[in-house]
């Protein structure tokens, strides 16, 4: 008896996963927002205040060991318009006895925004930085990818002693280095015309997509889904271009910033990525005296979507090198 009922119930569970899929893909939407993190990758929601912005943030604790001592801390960072549940599915494969922090920058996902407030890039580390001292953290891995990606750079050029690994994932700086890698994508977004990344339509949607990921195909949505996800975005478009508007206004020396990075530093870029050019990589791999890189096949830009698995692999491999080591540890001349 027991078979035939889990077998009716699994049939209704998937039956009825369907129905929001095609009727109600809001609802869907919702509640993936809302559990999907914990349910894939056992990640807690939580909140936190500081000065004015409501920070959103899954949180996961270690499993067998102690959060920030033998458990440091390992913060990820979501691109422009994207938000935390992007990390979700890599977060899936890496190990349980990491203390993993995934916040949502200002404007993004569940994150509040605060207009005129600065969102430079010396701004939004100022911001991320106030959001660490609040929460109590004070030395920590960080990743990110594209926006956040430069946020973390910027943070470690900053505050050097606070970062214990750095893990850029194609941060927007190969078309700064020279403006041949400039891609038709990265035109459109500071251009001033229609950006890409702010889609007003589904096929406009599916156009980015095609851009964002290698492997648009497979996560192409219905376009009832689209809309519904689209529904969700365009709220939150004043907010992004306004930080578009503060980044490009006070566009930090990038070849400075990098060059005295000293933290240890993970370089990683996929190899078909059509918004920050794949050439980028190795110049900043050549800036960063302190830094490894990887290339992903068969990648785009958005690297935790289109390979979750190989971006756990990836990240284990160089953070666990180096997790036990502080930050005055991690000098060129002792690695």
């Given at each position: 008896?027991?078979?035939?009922?889990?077998?009716?119930?699994?049939?209704?569970?998937?039956?009825?996963?369907?129905?929001?899929?095609?009727?109600?893909?809001?609802?869907?939407?919702?509640?993936?927002?809302?559990?999907?993190?914990?349910?894939?990758?056992?990640?807690?929601?939580?909140?936190?205040?500081?000065?004015?912005?409501?920070?959103?943030?899954?949180?996961?604790?270690?499993?067998?060991?102690?959060?920030?001592?033998d458990?440091?801390?390992?913060?990820?960072?979501?691109?422009?318009?994207?938000?935390?549940?992007?990390?979700?599915?890599?977060?899936?494969?890496?190990?349980?006895?990491?203390?993993?922090?995934?916040?949502?920058?200002?404007?993004?996902?569940?994150?509040?925004?605060?207009?005129?407030?600065?969102?430079?890039?010396?701004?939004?580390?100022?911001?991320?930085?106030?959001?660490?001292?609040?929460?109590?953290?004070?030395?920590?891995?960080?990743?990110?990818?594209?926006?956040?990606?430069?946020?973390?750079?910027?943070?470690?050029?900053?505050?050097?002693?606070?970062?214990?690994s750095?893990?850029?994932?194609?941060?927007?700086?190969?078309?700064?280095?020279?403006?041949?890698?400039?891609?038709?994508?990265?035109?459109?977004?500071?251009?001033?015309?229609?950006?890409?990344?702010?889609?007003?339509?589904?096929?406009?949607?599916?156009?980015?997509?095609?851009?964002?990921?290698?492997?648009?195909?497979r996560?192409?949505?219905?376009?009832?889904?689209?809309?519904?996800?689209?529904?969700?975005?365009?709220?939150?478009?004043?907010?992004?271009?306004?930080?578009i508007?503060?980044?490009?206004?006070?566009?930090?020396?990038?070849?400075?910033?990098?060059?005295?990075?000293t933290?240890?530093?993970?370089?990683?870029?996929?190899?078909?990525?059509?918004?920050?050019?794949?050439?980028?990589?190795?110049?900043?791999?050549?800036?960063?005296?302190?830094?490894?890189?990887?290339?992903?096949?068969?990648?785009?830009?958005?690297?935790?979507?289109?390979?979750?698995?190989?971006?756990?692999?990836?990240?284990k491999?160089?953070?666990?090198?180096?997790?036990?080591?502080?930050?005055?540890d991690?000098?060129?001349?002792?690695?």
């Amino acid at each position: 008896m027991i078979i035939p009922f889990l077998l009716i119930s699994s049939c209704g569970a998937v039956l009825a996963l369907a129905t929001l899929y095609w009727f109600c893909p809001s609802i869907l939407l919702s509640g993936y927002k809302r559990f999907g993190g914990y349910l894939i990758a056992g990640l807690h929601r939580k909140q936190l205040t500081v000065n004015g912005i409501t920070y959103a943030y899954y949180e996961r604790l270690p499993v067998g060991r102690v959060k920030g001592e033998d458990a440091p801390a390992v913060l990820f960072l979501h691109g422009f318009t994207a938000d935390k549940t992007m990390w979700t599915m890599t977060i899936r494969h890496l190990p349980k006895e990491w203390w993993i922090i995934v916040l949502d920058l200002p404007g993004h996902g569940d994150t509040s925004f605060v207009q005129n407030a600065g969102y430079c890039a010396s701004g939004m580390v100022t911001k991320l930085n106030e959001f660490l001292e609040a929460f109590g953290l004070h030395h920590l891995h960080i990743v990110g990818t594209s926006l956040g990606a430069l946020v973390a750079a910027n943070f470690a050029y900053q505050y050097p002693t606070k970062v214990m690994s750095l893990s850029l994932l194609c941060p927007p700086v190969a078309h700064r280095l020279s403006e041949d890698l400039a891609t038709e994508a990265m035109k459109s977004i500071e251009g001033g015309g229609r950006n890409i990344l702010l889609p007003t339509d589904v096929d406009e949607l599916h156009s980015m997509m095609n851009v964002a990921f290698y492997h648009a195909d497979r996560l192409k949505f219905h376009r009832r889904m689209s809309a519904a996800l689209l529904d969700e975005q365009l709220p939150k478009y004043d907010y992004f271009k306004e930080i578009i508007r503060d980044l490009l206004k006070s566009q930090e020396d990038v070849k400075t910033l990098t060059e005295n990075i000293t933290t240890k530093t993970l370089v990683v870029w996929g190899e078909h990525d059509k918004i920050c050019h794949p050439s980028g990589a190795a110049l900043l791999h050549k800036l960063i005296k302190n830094s490894e890189l990887v290339m992903v096949k068969n990648c785009g830009h958005a690297i935790p979507v289109d390979r979750p698995r190989k971006t756990a692999i990836i990240l284990k491999k160089f953070i666990s090198q180096i997790k036990s080591l502080s930050n005055s540890d991690l000098s060129p001349e002792v690695i």
